[in-house]
């Protein structure tokens, strides 16, 4: 899968994708993420990539004609074909879903946004779709587009290991994670679940599928709208709601 990435700061972005996962992915040809410099494709002397908002009132927008040339250039005819991600809280927002749809393209557009946003026409007539990362307001779309790329990355066999892949698997359930252990078993003598230490894969499996029932109920009960439940996830889930009348889901 290709990702080509069109904003004013390609370097800020260079390190992360060099590392770890991304990076890994990268030199094993899993994914290909092409930086592009939206000011290489300005033509006036000052290099100018943005302007004053029609209308008035402050603040700076960026030209479309910078970024119309830089994508139009790098993307030429696979335009036809190719999303192409504009970046913005007003976008619809990216869900671990949004990145399986994503996922099922070749390669992909993002353009990364700075100042007060972008010119009207860039949304009207080059982006195919807006993404939002979360209700927040950030300095640019950079971090957006790393977001995603990491996201949808994971998702291409060959990028996770075997474990991870297994794992990822396991939790596309749409439930919370269980909680994680390591050594030392006392470590300031706090302890470990013992059903944890006995060596019996069932009971594990058990204790782990209830643990992430339970932290769903209290801490996002909005996701077993979607989650992906059975009958005996359900029985447990009700015997929870009971129990906390007796204060039972208390951690
Ligand atoms: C993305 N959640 C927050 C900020 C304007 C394109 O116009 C703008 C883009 C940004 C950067 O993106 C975000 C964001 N998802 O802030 C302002």
């Not at 976008?91 to 353009?111: C, D, K, P, S």
Request: hydrophobic share 35%; glycine share 8%; aromatic share 6%.
């Amino acid at each position: 899968m290709r990702f080509d990435v069109f904003t004013l700061l390609p370097e800020v972005m260079h390190t992360y994708l060099r590392s770890s996962v991304l990076g890994k992915a990268q030199e094993a040809g899993l994914i290909e993420v092409h930086l592009h410099n939206i000011r290489d494709h300005t033509l006036d002397r000052h290099h100018t990539t943005d302007d004053e908002p029609y209308g008035g009132g402050g603040g700076m927008v960026m030209k479309p004609e910078p970024i119309f040339a830089a994508v139009e250039s790098v993307v030429g005819e696979a335009l036809e074909t190719t999303p192409v991600l504009l970046l913005t809280p007003q976008g619809r927002v990216f869900r671990q879903e949004v990145a399986h749809e994503l996922a099922g393209y070749e390669r992909l557009v993002l353009i990364c946004g700075r100042y007060e946003g972008v010119d009207e026409r860039v949304r009207q007539y080059l982006a195919t779709d807006e993404i939002s990362v979360g209700d927040y307001v950030l300095t640019g779309g950079e971090l957006p587009a790393l977001v995603i790329i990491d996201t949808i990355a994971r998702l291409q066999s060959g990028v996770l290991g075997d474990v991870e892949a297994t794992e990822k698997d396991s939790y596309s359930s749409g439930l919370l994670e269980h909680p994680h252990y390591t050594r030392p078993a006392s470590f300031r003598g706090w302890g470990v679940p013992e059903v944890l230490l006995s060596g019996d894969h069932a009971r594990i499996a058990a204790w782990r599928r209830e643990q992430s029932l339970r932290r769903t109920l209290l801490r996002r009960p909005d996701l077993f709208e979607t989650a992906k439940l059975d009958e005996a996830d359900r029985n447990l889930l009700d015997r929870m709601k009971k129990g906390n009348k007796r204060n039972t889901l208390k951690e």
